[in-house]
Structure formats: structure tokens, C-alpha cells
């Protein structure tokens, strides 16, 4: 990535800026701004992961290098993290909504600006601008919003098809650790020991009350703009990777808004498009600058001529659980949904094929899946740091049904999102599919293009779930992600059909045989006829970047996925490390360190067996202060009840501050 030092406008930074949001609360923001005070367009980042520490290096590489080219960023800590006051005791709170707002117009009030204001942010500074925008604050003209989502029940971290995924317990582990991690008494002076004993004793166990919540209630519509798109009314651009977990909101958005906007996705994980791994990174700084140029200052950029969809289309790569790059193209759509793509059929046949456009006989085949079919899932939102990738599909394609064409006598090229239509039956009241599109390549190596996942008891509706009668027929739809592959002439397309998709997904409460019944059960894919004179138009610079932090390492970062099968316990279990390492910001003094294990673990043949856990260890150190604290979350189930376990240690130099324990049982709610 190339680094740049000179820039159109000289800019001063603020640090610890105080902004009133309600009577005697404020939050803490850092700004960076052009030095001669002239009023310009303002960017607004808002988001929970400590701008002192957490985010300071992307912080700087990029409002830095807005900021020289004539804007005022404001990189803001939502109330209760960082230096902002207040207690954080949940996502997305009505409360984080209203005090954005209140930013919002103070930051429009202040000499150095001109009114007009953007948002950007990903991940949760991407929900938050969705949600804000839907607000209609009048100073808000324009958004970014990367790996984020429209829908909070159907599309985010917590739940897929009305499953419980894993990663709702990976991310809970990860924001209890956030909320125990004090201010700096650099900036907030000695009532930096009150404010984090607030927090450690009121941001709660925030996995207990998604728990509670396990259908698309109140509590899941409130913060997801597809309940009215229509109250959206300003430019959006919508940002994502394959490898992400939110890719699918892009395409709703851009079907169902009706402002400008625009969809990009890359090929990369949970992060932004400058530094997107796996590969190829752009330059997505100057991607903002036309952006924001156009929306916040009124030039004619040509951002608007480009296709409302751009995305990376991946050609087909051997299976791996770590790609540094993955070869492919960029392709665009004008509009979309496109008249262009077209729908191709496949038909589940006996004999364990996929016979395009043609009937097939009517046969029932049975699938019950082991428990721990799933350990070459991957994670469900890849962070790109890690080899947490789906690998080769053959390892969960053992225990599960699978169908699959003759080799290809043409080039497959798919843009979209797949779809399932089963006939099916279950043994169960409660039950799962998990159904997985993959590439076969002509060595019988198996990469996974992509999948969905439906809790069987919300096949008509998300809200309301309905028990399953057992031995009696259904037709189901299960869409799958969407997708851009290109499938080569010679290789085969595979449909791989199972009942449980663990660690991904919590599996049922029982043991459950599903019947499929072949000639009745179809897979429709969306294929797009190549177009590369077209395409070749499309192209993106190499990433740039402001400097960043002066920033030396100490302990260096790890990432591994382990999976483990103890014989003598019949016991398997993935170990995830994700060791963030130790590092110092010399600018500050400070010494920085995050260390995680998760753990993942059923014996086969009991599904009452399943352990999650995810044990967070932080710290902080100055001179002769030092803070530090452990997290440790739980999670068990049997066929009535999740149990949740969870524990909080706080140390203050060697002397422990504060203990505190949970323990909690929660009913599974058709889960």
C-alpha cells in the first residue's frame, strides 16, 4: 500500500473533543480538519471500538487522508467506550441512535463546517448509518456503509434462516471484553476509575438478551431499515466482500431504495476495501473522494455514470481457508435486480445427480447428518485474519446428501444469490437443512461457492415459527448467499444437503433424519452471460493510505483454527486463536494488548453435548499504571434450555478490582 505525505490542505487534529448529546452527557470524538478553519464538508465515523487504541491506526490512515483533501472527520465513540461517557449496554439502542442525531447537528453548528455531513463506517459504523439516515437528520446528505446490514434478524451476526449461528457467541465474547476496557486517564483525568467500575458493573451479559430473542420479534425490527426503506432519502453506498458475512444487504439495497447508490463488492473478508484481503485491495479512499466530492460538495465526479453493481467475479481456486489473493475479475450490472441474468434449473435426481432442465424420478433419500458435520465450515463472517475460510467440502460432504452434474460442457459464470426449492420430511418437531453450492474440480477437490441455512420451524415465517409434524411433506425454500463465480468448462457443480452445520450454526436440539425426495427438489442458479469489453471499463487504483501511528510491536499477532479429535473422550473440538498480540503506540505511551481462545466442541451422536466458549484476555499500561481483565463466556444447551456461563475479572496493577459471575437458562424457543 502506498503511503501519501503530501496532501491539498495542511490539517490539524483535535483529540478528546467534548460533544453534548443529552442534558449532562457527552460523548468524546477525535477530528481532524483542515488547518486554515475555512468551512468544509463534514464525515462522520460512530462506532464503539476506542478510537484511543482500538481503531487508531485505520483511524489515521484514513480521516487523515480525507481530511487533506478538504474535510472535516470526526472519528466519534458511541456513549460508555472510550473516553464518552456513559454506559454501552447494548447494539444499536434507540439511545445510540438519538445521540448520533444530536452530533450530527452540533458538528453542522461549528464555524469549521458547512453543514453538510456524511456518514460512513463498517461493520457496527455501518448499521448506524443506515439507521441514522433513516432518521432524516436534515444535515446527513449522504452515506457509506460497509459490511453492514438492512436486516438485523436476517443478516447479521446472530442468526441465519432463524438458526442460531456460532458467531453470535464469538461476538458477544468480543464486546464483553470491549466494554470491560476503562477510558485514558491521559484524557479523562482521575474519574477514569469511576467510569470503568460504571461499566464493568452495567454494560451486562449482552448474549442472554439476544437469547431471549430468538424469532424476528420487536427487539430485531427496531434498527433494521428494510421495515421501511422508503425512509431513507439520501445517497447510499453500499460496500461488502464475498468473504464477508453481510454481502447480501448490498443487493437488497440496491433493489428496494430509491435515492442514488451504488454496490461494491470485492473478494474480501470483514474489512475495508483499502485493505482488503484476500485480494486484490483498491485504492478505496479515492472511491470515497468521488463519492463524497459528488454528494457533500456538488462536483460532477462521474461516480454517478459508473454501474450500480460492481463486483469482483472470482474464478474458480483449488479450496483453501486462507487466500492472500483470489483471481478474478471486475464485472457490473446497470441495475439491479438485472434483466440480464438468467435463471438456470437443476433437478434433483436419484443416483445422486443434477440434471439440468429435465425431469427426474421421484425418490425419497434419507440424510442424518453427525453432530459435528460442519468443522470445514468456516466462520460465518470471515475478519480476513485469520485461515478461517471454508476448506475442502469433502470433509462435511461425507455426512450429508450430495448431488452434482456431468462435467460442464460450457463455462458456468454465476452472479446472485442461488436458491433450494426441497420436498421434504422430518423425525422431529424441530429440525434444520444447511444446504452448500460448490465447485468440483476435475482432482475431485471441492470449493464451496457459497450456502444457506434454514430452521425448519421458520419456513413460513421468521416471526411466528411453527412446530413440524413429524413424517409429514413440505416444500421449503432455502436461498443461499449471493454470489459472483465463474465455474470452467470440465468441472462440476455440487449440492451438498445436510441437517446440522456446526460450529457455523447451533444444531437442533435432537437428532434428526431428514427425507428428501428427488425429482420434486430443484436448485436454481443465476448466471450471467460474460460481457468483457463491457466489463474491462471497470477498474480501481492500488490502495493508498495517510500515514498512520507511530506503532511498535511487541508480541506478535496469531491466528489459527485447530481442530482437534480426542478418541479416548469421543470428544471433537475446533480451538480458534486469535491472538491480536501486544503492541505500543509511541505517540501515547501506551501499551496495548487483546489475546483470545474460542472453543467449539460436541461428541458424535450427542446433541446435547455442544460447548461454545470464548475466553478474551485485554490490557493497558503507562509508566507504573496498568489495567487489566479477563472474559470468559459459555454456552450449553439440552433439548429444553440454552445455558449460558460467564465470568469478568478486572485488575488494577496486580490488585483485582472487581469479580462478577452469571449464570444463566434460557428456553429454546423452536431453536
Not at 127 to 133: G, V
Not at 152 to 167: E, F, P, S
Not at 243 to 269: E, H, I
Request: net charge negative; charged share 25%; hydrophobic share 35%.
Amino acid at each position: 500500500m502506498k503511503t501519501v505525505h503530501d496532501f491539498p490542505h495542511d490539517i490539524i487534529e483535535e483529540e478528546n473533543v467534548s460533544i453534548p448529546v443529552t442534558e449532562g452527557l457527552h460523548l468524546s470524538a477525535r477530528i481532524w480538519r483542515p488547518k486554515d478553519g475555512r468551512p468544509v464538508p463534514a464525515i462522520l465515523e460512530y462506532i464503539p471500538y476506542r478510537k484511543r487504541f482500538g481503531t487508531s491506526v485505520r483511524d489515521e490512515h484514513t480521516h487523515k487522508y480525507l481530511a487533506g483533501h478538504g474535510y472535516a472527520c470526526i472519528r466519534l465513540d458511541i456513549r460508555g467506550s472510550g473516553e464518552s461517557e456513559g454506559v454501552l449496554t447494548d447494539e444499536y439502542l434507540q439511545s445510540e441512535i438519538d445521540d448520533g442525531v444530536a452530533a450530527l447537528h452540533w458538528i453542522a453548528d461549528q464555524p469549521w463546517c458547512d453543514g453538510n455531513i456524511g456518514m460512513m463506517g463498517i461493520s457496527w459504523g455501518g448499521f448506524n448509518a443506515l439507521q441514522i439516515a433513516a432518521m432524516q437528520p436534515e444535515p446527513l446528505k449522504a452515506i457509506v456503509t460497509v459490511c453492514s446490514s438492512d436486516d438485523r434478524y436476517a443478516d447479521d451476526i446472530h442468526h441465519m434462516g432463524g438458526a442460531l449461528l456460532g458467531d453470535s457467541l464469538s461476538w458477544s465474547g468480543v464486546m464483553f471484553s470491549f466494554n470491560t476496557m476503562p477510558p485514558d486517564p491521559a484524557l479523562v483525568g482521575p474519574r477514569w476509575r469511576d467510569m470503568w467500575l460504571e461499566r464493568l458493573r452495567g454494560s451486562g451479559l449482552w448474549l442472554k438478551t439476544w437469547l431471549q430473542h430468538q424469532r424476528r420479534d420487536a427487539y430485531w425490527r427496531h434498527g433494521s431499515v428494510c421495515e421501511d426503506f422508503s425512509a431513507i432519502r439520501i445517497p447510499v453506498y453500499a460496500v461488502s466482500g464475498w468473504q464477508d458475512g453481510y454481502t447480501n444487504s448490498v443487493f437488497r439495497l440496491m433493489s428496494n431504495l430509491d435515492t442514488p447508490r451504488k454496490g461494491l463488492v470485492g473478494p474480501w473478508g470483514h474489512i475495508y476495501p483499502q485493505f482488503g484481503r484476500p485480494g486484490p485491495a483498491i485504492d478505496f479512499l479515492s472511491e470515497l473522494l468521488r463519492w463524497w466530492d459528488r454528494w457533500l460538495k456538488g462536483r460532477d465526479t462521474g461516480i454517478e455514470d459508473d454501474p450500480m453493481i460492481c463486483a469482483w467475479m472470482q474464478d474458480s481456486a483449488p479450496p483453501n481457508p486462507e487466500y492472500d489473493h483470489r483471481p478474478g475479475r471486475w464485472v457490473g450490472e446497470e441495475a439491479w435486480p438485472s434483466p440480464r441474468i438468467e435463471e438456470r434449473r437443476y433437478t434433483i435426481a436419484p443416483a445422486r445427480a443434477l440434471v439440468r432442465d429435465g425431469a427426474a424420478e421421484v425418490w425419497p433419500m434419507d440424510v442424518q447428518s453427525p453432530v459435528t458435520l460442519g468443522l470445514a465450515s468456516g466462520k460465518w463472517c470471515s475478519y480476513a485474519n485469520a485461515p478461517d475460510l471454508a476448506g475442502d467440502q469433502r470433509t462435511d460432504d461425507g455426512g450429508g446428501l450430495v448431488f452434482q452434474t456431468d462435467p460442464l460442457d460450457e463455462e458456468v459464470e454465476i452472479l446472485g444469490a442461488p436458491e433450494v426449492e426441497l420436498e421434504l420430511a422430518a423425525d422431529r418437531p424441530v429440525a434444520q437443512v444447511a444446504v452448500r453450492l460448490s465447485d468440483m474440480r476435475p482432482d475431485h477437490q471441492v470449493t464451496r461457492i457459497t450456502y444457506g441455512i434454514l430452521n425448519l420451524t421458520h419456513r413460513n415465517s421468521r416471526q411466528w415459527p411453527e412446530a413440524l409434524e413429524p413424517g409429514e411433506r413440505y416444500r421449503v425454500r432455502v436461498p443461499m448467499n449471493y454470489i459472483a463465480q465463474t465455474i470452467p468448462r470440465g468441472h462440476r457443480i455440487r449440492l451438498s444437503v445436510s441437517t446440522v452445520y456446526w460450529p457455523l450454526a447451533w444444531t437442533p436440539p435432537e437428532d434428526v433424519k431428514l427425507t428428501v425426495w428427488t425429482g420434486l427438489s430443484t436448485v436454481t442458479i443465476p448466471c450471467r452471460p460474460r460481457r468483457d469489453a463491457e466489463d474491462a471499463n471497470i477498474a480501481f487504483g492500488e490502495p493508498v493510505q495517510a500515514p498512520g501511528p507511530d506503532l511498535t510491536a511487541i508480541e506478535v499477532p496469531e491466528h489459527r483454527w485447530l481442530v482437534h479429535h480426542d478418541l479416548g473422550a469421543q470428544r471433537s473440538e475446533l480451538e480458534v486463536i486469535d491472538d491480536r498480540g501486544t503492541f505500543r503506540l509511541e505517540d501515547i505511551d501506551l501499551t496495548v494488548g487483546a489475546h483470545c481462545v474460542e472453543r467449539y466442541s460436541a461428541s458424535p451422536g450427542n446433541f446435547t453435548s455442544l460447548v461454545g466458549e470464548a475466553e478474551w484476555t485485554r490490557s493497558l499500561a503507562r509508566g507504573d499504571w496498568s489495567v487489566r481483565t479477563r472474559t470468559r463466556t459459555r454456552l450449553t444447551s439440552d433439548t429444553e434450555n440454552f445455558y449460558i456461563s460467564a465470568e469478568l475479572d478486572a485488575y488494577e496493577g496486580d490488585t483485582r478490582i472487581e469479580c462478577l459471575s452469571w449464570s444463566e437458562t434460557i428456553p429454546r424457543d423452536f431453536l
